[in-house]
């Protein structure tokens, strides 16, 4: 309550209790009567509460501070006897009210004390009052009004102040727990191994942790308010994600929960692809109304790569197992159909329609001996036999390899980056395995005139240094079917294919400790090869 507000209290109090200026003349005459008696009074009303244990505690200065508070008592009756009873009257009754609340003195005492004062001025006048007795009546009476007022004003500072007090307690106890839960959340955000995304309800981005900063390499700054759909997530899953994931957070009851799961990929800065399952779920305000959407992501793509790489040894076991077990009959029943048609194309050497039959014996059983060839070649384990080796021999020599391929037609192949000159410890035929398939790819997907680039950078991986060799082609590109089972064996898109040509990269690629996918470009196939500097080999 501010001074205009307290006096403006007082001069209502003043017309409800009758005060009037008869009143105010007759505490002149009453303190002619009390004024020499200041003294008395302040040595008794001192002694009361030095007596009783609940006032006495709220002296914590001794007899010093003692001294002070009977100088401002006497300054108070002084005051109360001479007025004049205006707005900075009320100010300096106001104080004892604060003061109070300070010491914590109860205000039951402030009532009580004055009840004592009231007693001791109301016996002077009735002992040493020399006019009427219906003066004395009326002046003992206008005091009583004078010390209600004070009564009153004080204890309404005493209340507002206390009150005040107790909602600045309350508020900076709750400023501490929410500082404190902020802490705590703030603390969660930051070390939670789990992607936390707030959108609007129009699924803007709002807010997202540390973990979606470090694996997708966006500050919240540079994304803030642009569609999450848009920045993070492949053209091809957003409208999957935008039904599962934010429509049915949307329309989602109270109190569901996290719900809408969907798996999608998550494309990083750097164009790298991480499969994410995310959930969702409304927030709400105390009223109830949503105003922003939660997105919990979980990188997947470590277990998903585990559980692959668990099957793949299952099928390569299976694989290996049936391979073991038809190699002596599959051998032995090729070469005799191989022999039986060489035998027959000389028995029809004179009848070219015959030799067209013939000939087409011999493809079959030569793609059918491949076939069987890559299959164990697939299956069986790998042991490498490394050797430093320059890396950019390994394409030219595979480059060379693939010269009947390329005859008659207008293909070049070209190098960029000064890494290609790094020396590293592989198995040299393996790795020109790797690069033939790739490369024999590439021929066969695009026309003419073909072009091959195989750039080299400096790279990490797994935090260790690294080089990076992506190869891209001027072909057509991959479908988004193609980019995703590239590398699955038995998948192929050419006629004559055995599917397992790109699979055994992965393999080739990945004994090396090393990795390989698909990159991101707006023009042919890129395939992107990251082998560690420190290289991994059996001998």
């Known amino acids: 309550m501010d001074l205009a507000d307290l006096a403006r209290r007082y001069r209502e109090l003043q017309s409800y209790v009758g005060w009037t200026a008869a009143d105010a003349a007759r505490i002149v005459v009453a303190a002619n009567y009390i004024r020499r008696h200041i003294p008395s009074l302040v040595d008794d009303f001192y002694d009361a509460i030095l007596r009783h244990p609940r006032t006495a505690q709220v002296i914590t200065g001794g007899e010093a501070q003692v001294q002070r ?10 005051q109360l006897l001479a007025g004049p009873y205006d707005e ?4 300096r009754r106001a104080l004892v009210g604060k003061r109070h609340v300070e010491i914590g003195l109860e205000q039951v005492y402030t009532a009580v004390a004055l ?45 507002a102040e206390h009150v005040a007090r107790e909602q600045a307690a309350i508020r900076d106890r709750l400023e501490a727990e929410l500082q404190q839960e902020k802490v705590f959340s703030e603390g969660l955000l930051a070390h939670a191994q ?16 540390p973990y979606l900063e470090r694996l997708a390499g966006y500050r919240v700054e540079e994304v803030e308010r642009r569609g999450w759909l848009e920045v993070f997530l492949a053209a091809e899953d957003r409208g999957r994600v935008l039904r599962e994931v ?14 809408g799961v969907a798996l999608a990929s998550l494309i990083t800065r750097d164009h790298q692809w991480r499969t994410v399952r995310w959930l969702s779920t409304l927030l709400r305000d105390a009223t109830g109304e949503p105003f922003a959407i939660l997105v919990i992501g979980h990188d997947v793509t470590d277990l998903l790569a585990a559980q692959e790489r668990a099957l793949q040894a299952e099928r390569l076991a299976a694989i290996g197992q049936v391979a073991t077990g038809l190699a002596h009959e599959a051998r032995n029943a090729l070469q005799r159909i191989q022999a039986s048609a060489e035998m027959l194309e000389m028995e029809v050497a004179d009848r070219p329609e015959a030799q067209n039959y013939v000939r087409r014996i011999e493809q079959s059983q030569a793609h059918l001996q491949r076939l069987f060839d890559e299959v164990r070649g697939y299956a069986a384990p790998i042991h490498l036999d490394s050797t430093l080796c320059r890396i950019s021999s390994l394409w030219r020599e595979a480059w060379e390899l693939l010269s009947p391929q390329r005859a008659g037609r207008e293909a070049e192949l070209c190098e960029r980056g000064e890494s290609c000159d790094r020396e590293l410890v592989l198995d040299h035929f393996r790795m020109v395995q790797v690069f033939r398939n790739i490369l024999e790819n590439a021929l066969a997907a695009c026309h003419d005139p073909v072009r091959i680039e195989v750039a080299c950078e400096d790279a990490e991986l797994a935090g260790q240094p690294a080089v990076r060799i992506v190869v891209q082609d001027n072909g057509p590109g991959l479908t988004p079917e193609q980019r995703r089972r590239i590398f699955q064996p038995f998948y192929t898109t050419k006629p004559k294919g055995t599917g397992l040509g790109m699979a055994i990269v992965q393999r080739l690629v990945e004994a090396h400790g090393g990795t390989i996918e698909v990159g991101d470009c707006d023009r042919g196939c890129q395939l992107v090869i990251t082998l560690p500097l420190a290289g991994r080999g059996d001998g």
């Open 69 to 78: 508070l009977r100088l401002t008592l006497a300054g108070w009756i002084e």
């Open 115 to 159: 009840s004592r004062l009231r007693s001791l001025m109301t016996a002077i006048l009735l002992e040493e009052w020399e006019g009427s007795f219906a003066e004395r009546g009326l002046t003992i009476a206008s005091l009583n009004r004078l010390l209600d007022l004070d009564l009153a004003i004080i204890t309404a500072t005493y209340e």
């Open 246 to 259: 934010i429509d049915r957070a949307r329309s989602a009851p109270p109190g569901l929960g996290l719900a």
């Open 194 to 209: 789990a992607i936390v995304l707030v959108l609007d309800l129009e699924g803007r981005i709002l807010r997202f942790n």
């Open 88 to 91: 900075a009257y009320v100010a």
